[in-house]
Structures are given as structure tokens and as C-alpha cells.
């Protein structure tokens, strides 16, 4: 599978999570920020403690370990329940996408050396980054 249709089925995939949220909760309304916290403890947390856990890994100089834990916690919090509010969920499933996407092509660059897929890698790390630090603002204006 070619890298857009990797990007364009996981982010389909964050689509349809968000719109079925999106009806269940009333569209961008705050399903409030006990539900939030009941999520992020349930769910969200271990899936953030293992990202933060594979930077250090990463620092450490075990590049191969930090791409396959970030790709295996993307794909986990892709698979997990979505946050209770249709924009947490957006930001939480895109950076999952962007996760998954980017820790697999981390991994495929270092099993064949590729200039091209390393890059492609570090922007959908960037990208999924930048969605993460948007769930947090967002987190953060609900508490």
C-alpha cells in the first residue's frame, strides 16, 4: 500500500470515528470533563506514557525500538475508543494516524536504508506531534 492510501485509510478511518462520536454526543458539544478524564485514565494515558517512554528510548539511541512502539501505540490508540468530544477525538485519532504511519516507515527506512521514506517518516512524526500538542490545548480548555 502506497504512503497516501495508508494516510487517506487512517484518516477515514479517524473521519468516521468522529462523526459517529459527533452524533452521539451532539455534534462539538463537551461531554464534559469527568468523561474526559474517565477516557484518558481508561485509555489515553498508557497510550501516552508509551509515547513519552519511546522519546527517551529514542534519546537513548535505540531508534529501531522507538519506531516500532510508536507505530504499535498509534495503531493501538487508532483500535482503542476514541476520547468522548468530536474535536479531542479528531486530534487524538489524527495523531494516532500520523503515529502509526510514521513509526512504520521509521522501522522500513532502517531495515533498507531509504533518504525518502526516512523524511517521509519525520514528517508524519512531526505531524502526529502537532496533533498531539492540539489535543492537549484542547484538553486543557475543558478542565
Request: aromatic residues 6%.
Amino acid at each position: 500500500m502506497t504512503r497516501i492510501a495508508r494516510v487517506a485509510a487512517a484518516l477515514a478511518t479517524v473521519s468516521l470515528a468522529v462523526t459517529c462520536l459527533a452524533g452521539q454526543t451532539g455534534g462539538a458539544s463537551t461531554s464534559g470533563s469527568v468523561n474526559v478524564v474517565d477516557w484518558d485514565s481508561n485509555y489515553g494515558l498508557a497510550i501516552e506514557n508509551a509515547l513519552v517512554n519511546a522519546v527517551s528510548v529514542f534519546d537513548k539511541g535505540n531508534v529501531a525500538q522507538a519506531c516500532a512502539t510508536i507505530a504499535k501505540e498509534g495503531k493501538k490508540g487508532l483500535s482503542d475508543p476514541y476520547p468522548p468530544n468530536s474535536r479531542l477525538a479528531f486530534h487524538w485519532g489524527a495523531a494516532m494516524a500520523f503515529d502509526e504511519i510514521g513509526g512504520t516507515e521509521c522501522s522500513a527506512a532502517l531495515a533498507n536504508p531509504n533518504k525518502t521514506l526516512l523524511n517521509q517518516a519525520l514528517n508524519s512524526l512531526s505531524q502526529g506531534q502537532t496533533q498531539l500538542r492540539d489535543f492537549a490545548s484542547e484538553v486543557k480548555a475543558l478542565l
